[in-house]
Structure formats: structure tokens, C-alpha cells
């Protein structure tokens, strides 16, 4: 490990240079982040912020601190989850000098709250979550630093229940943006980021061939919804588990199998648990898997395969491959878990694709602009609250983004904009 007190602790600084220039391979495929920071660099309206981040260490998290950096603020940042960290992304940072940074691959849960606590060291005036830890620790234990911050804004869908909830629990010391409720977030980066590196992550872990499988996925929100449709168009017969009528029924209209857990445990050969829900894969399940099963997780936290119940039920177990456990079971049967069941498309793969983290985090970087606007009484916002992401913010990310693609689109004529206003207007 190589630590500089209060500027980083990382893995091995030696990696910097590889990790340079996996930043620069997300920052060629970024382009409306980098609109941003072209944008902002010159007026710097950050400057005299200091921001906490806590959200994966990875190459498009990088373009996004680098971004935040050279529009002005202070910028300090842990990983959000233990197994997420993109070493070499985290050397490159250390040695590049915008962030402070904390986080490593691999890390235990101690250290990661360690990493945490450091990046409030500097009692920031905003925080930048996924998943909502952060936030969770300054107002747990350290909730005088509450009074000077801002505001925040959460990325994930996860983070944001748990924010709302809080809200409305009226705990909740500062306002919020809820970037994941972004319609440029979540039918974007939920949808086809988890989507596709979710299966990017099974396969670099185990190397089988999807088709002809049978893969359960459970739950189909936007996350779910995105793995199953890709793993249908890979030539896998999907599974569905759902608790929510309606989603359920969008999945038998899309062309899926829609069955209860219980017995979708009985025929699976591969196990996606995307529900944010814990306890999804318990013992009864691991009881009726076949020989060969495989299960993972790509929801936010790693309960929702119970795994103190797989250990319980298991002789022994031990790795076949890299983010791939062996437990034997009864029968003789084999089955396996791969990254932990922690998120296996950060932990196995390399997380969403920067083509889709380019709108989410220019997302985040507005959303940290509008609470600067807050700071200067230019928009009011309650303490406590949860706040949503403008509607003109969605569209003018979504605009960016086709014009840098060359796509163009049309503009309602005056005659066209009058109809639409125009209730009298009917057959
Ligand atoms: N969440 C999912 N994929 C990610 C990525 N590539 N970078 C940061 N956060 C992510």
C-alpha cells in the first residue's frame, strides 16, 4: 500500500501511468463531461468548494473528479464499495493531484469507513454519494460538519430510497439531488450500462457461453430489465422473479418467463440477483440449484444472496478463478458465487460504460453547480429534502449528447407548439 497522509492511500503508485491512460480512453468517449470542463475551466464557479465524494474509483469517475477539479473545487474521494476500486485509476489520481484520494481494490469493511472518514478530514461543504454512506456518516458520526455543508447529490437508485426514506423520517440534515431519477441517468446508464457490463462481468469471471442458458434474473426495474433483455438478445432462455405485479407483466410482454423464486431456483443455470432487496438467494434455494449453478449479484449492496446461509450449508469451498467461489453442497453439487455477491459488474468487470457515465456524471457536475447556485441564494432549497433533476437539464444533456453523435432533431413549428397548448382543439 503507498499513503501520503491526507492527500492519498492507494494500492501500488507505481500504477499511475496505466491508469493515465485509462482515463484518457474514457475521456475520448466523454464527450459532453468534457463540454463541461472546457465550459467551466475558464469561469471556475467551484472555486472555494470543497467536495466528498464517495462513489467506484474507476476511469469515468476520474473524468468526473478531474472535471469537478478544473472548474475550481477542493476535491477529496473514497471508493463506494470494497471491491470497485480500479487500482491503477486510484494511482493515477494520487500522482495527478486534483483529488485527495482513498480506496483500494479489495479493501475490508473497516478500511472502507476508514477511507470515508479521511475524506471528511478536510469538512467539506459538499458531498457526492452513490449509495448513500457518505451522506450516512457525516449524519451519524459526525453531524456538526451537517451545519456547513451545502448540499449533496446521490447517484444511485438504492441511495436515493434510502435518502427519501430519511426525509421523510425528518432526519435528514441538508438537501439532496437525486441524480439517479435523471430520465438521462437511469433509462441510460440502469438500462444499458448495467445491462451490458453485468454480463461483461459473468463472463470475464466464469467464460461460459450465455446462450441456451437459462439465466434468472430477479427483479426488473431499470437494472433487472437492462440484464435480461441483453442476456435474451445473447440467446439465453430469461427467467423472471419480480414481487411488483405490473413489472412483472412489462416482462411476459417482453418476451420473458415470469415464475416465482422457489421454483426458477429448480431450472436456473445462472442467477442475477438486481433488486436492492436483501435475502433474494437463501437456503432453500442453494437447496434446489442444480449441479453447475452460478450466481451473482449487480445490486447496489451484497445482501441479496445470503451468503452466511450458503456457507452453512457447504463442506468446503474454494476458488476456481478470479471472482469465482466454489462451495460444494449436498448431492455432490457444485455452485458458485462469483465477486463476493458484491456488485459483479464494478467487481468482476469495469462497471458501466463511459458512453452512458458521461450523461449520469454531467448530471452529477450540474447538480453540484445548481447547489453552488443554492449556496449564493440564486435557487432556494429546504434543508431535508430530496430534490429532482430539472427537466431542461435532461434534455439539454440528452441534446449534447445526440449533436456530439451528429444526430439532429426537429423543432416543433409556432403553429405546431400553439396545437399542443390549445385544449379546444379536438376532432
Ligand atoms: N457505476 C456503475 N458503473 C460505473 C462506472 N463505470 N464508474 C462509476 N460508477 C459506476
Redesign the pocket.
Known amino acids: 500500500m503507498d499513503e501520503k497522509k491526507g492527500v492519498y492511500k492507494v494500492r501500488d503508485i507505481k500504477l499511475a501511468d496505466a491508469g493515465r491512460r485509462q482515463i484518457e480512453w474514457a475521456e475520448s468517449r466523454m464527450p459532453v463531461l468534457m463540454a463541461l470542463r472546457e465550459k467551466y475551466s475558464k469561469s471556475k464557479p467551484l472555486s472555494g468548494y470543497k467536495i466528498a465524494g464517495c ?7 476520474a473524468v ?1 473528479i478531474e472535471t469537478l477539479a478544473a472548474a475550481g473545487a477542493e476535491v477529496s474521494w473514497s471508493g ?1 464499495n470494497p471491491l ?1 476500486t480500479n487500482d491503477e485509476v486510484a494511482a493515477a489520481l494520487a500522482v495527478g493531484g486534483a483529488t485527495q484520494i482513498f480506496a483500494w481494490y479489495g479493501m475490508n469493511v473497516e478500511e472502507f469507513y476508514w477511507c470515508i472518514d479521511r475524506t471528511l478530514d478536510f469538512k467539506p461543504n459538499l458531498t457526492l454519494d ?1 449509495g448513500a454512506d457518505l451522506i450516512f456518516t457525516v449524519h451519524n458520526k459526525y453531524p456538526n460538519l451537517a451545519a456547513d455543508i451545502i448540499g449533496g447529490t446521490e ?2 437508485t438504492t441511495g436515493v430510497h434510502r435518502l427519501r426514506a430519511m426525509a421523510d423520517d425528518g432526519k435528514m440534515m441538508y438537501p439532496v439531488i437525486a441524480v439517479n431519477d435523471a430520465e438521462t441517468k437511469w433509462d441510460f ?1 440502469n438500462v444499458y ?2 445491462g451490458q ?1 453485468t454480463l461483461d462481468g459473468i463472463i470475464r469471471a466464469t467464460s461460459v457461453l450465455l446462450a441456451g442458458k437459462n439465466v434468472v434474473v430477479a427483479g426488473y426495474g431499470h437494472c433487472g430489465k437492462g440484464v435480461a433483455t441483453r442476456a435474451k438478445g445473447m440467446g439465453a432462455n430469461v427467467i423472471v422473479t419480480e414481487v411488483k405485479a405490473t413489472a412483472a407483466l412489462k416482462a411476459t410482454l417482453e418476451g420473458m418467463q415470469v415464475m416465482p423464486m422457489d421454483e426458477a431456483a429448480k431450472v436456473g443455470d445462472i442467477f442475477i440477483t438486481a433488486t436492492g432487496v436483501k435475502d433474494i438467494l437463501v437456503g432453500r434455494h442453494f437447496d434446489s440449484m442444480k449441479d453447475g449453478a452460478i450466481f451473482c449479484n449487480t445490486g447496489h449492496y451484497d445482501c441479496e444472496i445470503n451468503i452466511p446461509d450458503l456457507e452453512e450449508r457447504s463442506a468446503n469451498h474454494r476458488q476456481i478463478r478470479t471472482n469465482c467461489e466454489e462451495y460444494l453442497l449436498s448431492g455432490n453439487r457444485r455452485v458458485y458465487l462469483l465477486a463476493q455477491g458484491r ?1 459483479v ?2 467487481a468482476a468487470a ?5 458512453e ?2 458521461d450523461m ?2 454531467a448530471n452529477q457536475f450540474m447538480s453540484q453547480l445548481r447547489l453552488v447556485r443554492v449556496d449564493k441564494g440564486e435557487e432556494i432549497m429546504e434543508r431535508g429534502k430530496v430534490y429532482d433533476i430539472p427537466v431542461e437539464q435532461d434534455q439539454e444533456i440528452a441534446g449534447v449528447k445526440l449533436s456530439t453523435q451528429g444526430f439532429k432533431i426537429d423543432t416543433l413549428t409556432e403553429e405546431q407548439l400553439a396545437y399542443s397548448l390549445d385544449y379546444a382543439a379536438g376532432t
Open positions: 462513489l467506484h474509483v474507476t476511469k469515468e469517475t468526473l463506494c470497485s452513490d447517484e444511485t446508464d450500462g448495467t457490463s456488485l459488474n464494478l469495469e462497471g458501466h460504460p463511459s452512458v457515465m449520469s456524471f
